[in-house]
């Protein structure tokens, strides 16, 4: 009787097993390790055609934050990372694109693909068992963080007090 329980304990536990599905994960590192942007692809069950998507924007320590991208099908996977002149990121996903910054980690999707997405950085790509990203040429070293714009500066006080113009003569007839 144990022999029959710890066979059917066996074979349960090994069900389980196969059922469980594959996290995938590679990065693109800004200025260092606390600042990096991250894309992670999920297979729930080892039966799923195909993978949900999550970048993590990483701002170390001042923000960092996952945000869901549309899942992809089918065994075509390649996302797109350029840099755009202000100095946010632009990520294209087949037909979706998405515009990220590092300052606040914020995410949103376009409505409508934009016309200039910047300067091409690389792909996150399956490579062998897994996804890499992969620099461009141009773009094979990391770009230094954006620096924020300096806050808005008002014209001095000056401390003399203000001098009108002398009136002018009253008009003669």
Not at 38 to 53: C, E, I, N, Q, V
Not at 63 to 81: I, N, S, Y
Not at 87 to 108: P, S
């Amino acid at each position: 009787m144990k022999l029959k329980a710890k066979l059917i304990f066996g074979v349960l536990s090994a069900s389980l097993l196969a059922a469980c599905g594959n996290i995938e994960s590679a990065s693109y590192m800004i200025a260092g390790a606390p600042h990096s942007l991250a894309l992670t692809r999920t297979k729930t069950f080892l039966w799923s055609d195909g993978w949900d998507l999550e970048l993590v924007t990483a701002h170390n320590p001042e923000c960092m934050r996952r945000h869901k991208l549309q899942p992809v099908t089918g065994a075509d996977f390649k996302v797109e990372l350029y840099r755009s002149l202000e100095g946010n990121y632009i990520i294209k996903q087949g037909n979706n694109w998405y515009v990220t910054e590092t300052q606040k980690c914020r995410l949103q999707q376009f409505q409508t693909p934009p016309r200039e997405p910047g300067d091409l950085l690389g792909f996150f790509e399956e490579k062998g068992d897994g996804i890499k990203f992969t620099a461009t040429p141009a773009a094979a070293a990391p770009l230094p963080a954006p620096v924020p714009a300096p806050p808005a500066v008002s014209p001095p006080v000056t401390s003399q007090p203000a001098t009108t113009p002398p009136l002018a003569a009253p008009l003669t007839r």
